[in-house]
């Protein structure tokens, strides 16, 4: 919603997230944002007790690229769960819907796939503006949203998987 300030959490109902690993893939396309995105993130994983040494970066060139890029994350690396971090700004063609459906769609896939959650961090915006507001702006940080999230499936998975 437009007024929801995205990098709110209850900290007391997160999980310890000390020795959880976790990827995040960020797209350079319209860096000014998603590298926002990413100090979001990063500073949710880290105030809730992921070790900086657990967390991997990777770019992509823009946001199409993100679900090939946490699939390579998935199948390079030991990681509890990923990030993906990427913002589409409307314009004036359809190249908007098609690759905010592609992404959406490949991202959903990887969640069917993969045996760790991959988080949709992708701002997909009529403006710039409304981008800004959600990337440090006035609305908070969809990135902590995102990083929040990804503990919790992360943690929801492990005792999950402990039980079987």
């Known amino acids: 919603m437009a007024t929801t300030n995205l ?3 209850d ?3 997160i999980p310890n997230a000390a020795g959880l690993r976790f990827g995040i893939v960020v797209s350079e ?3 000014e944002i998603t590298e926002g995105l990413y100090k979001g993130a990063h500073e949710a994983l880290i105030e809730n007790g992921v070790a900086q040494e657990d967390i991997i970066r990777i770019n992509v060139p823009g946001s199409f690229e993100l679900t090939y890029g946490a ?3 998935a199948e390079t690396t030991d990681v509890d769960g990923i990030i993906t971090l990427g913002s589409v700004i409307q314009g004036e063609t359809k190249h908007f819907d098609f690759v905010c459906q ?3 769609n490949g991202i959903t896939q990887l969640n069917i796939t993969l045996d760790i959650p991959v988080i949709f961090g992708v701002l997909t915006d009529n403006t710039m503006q409304q981008a800004i507001d959600r990337s440090g702006g ?3 940080n ?3 949203e995102c990083a929040i999230a990804a503990i919790k499936m992360a943690s929801i998975n492990q005792i999950l998987r402990a039980e079987d």
């Open 7 to 9: 990098s709110y959490y």
């Open 142 to 144: 969809k990135g902590v």
């Open 138 to 140: 006035k609305l908070g």
């Open 102 to 104: 592609g992404i959406s």
């Open 11 to 13: 900290k007391e109902t």
């Open 71 to 73: 699939n390579l994350l």
């Open 29 to 31: 396309w319209n860096k």
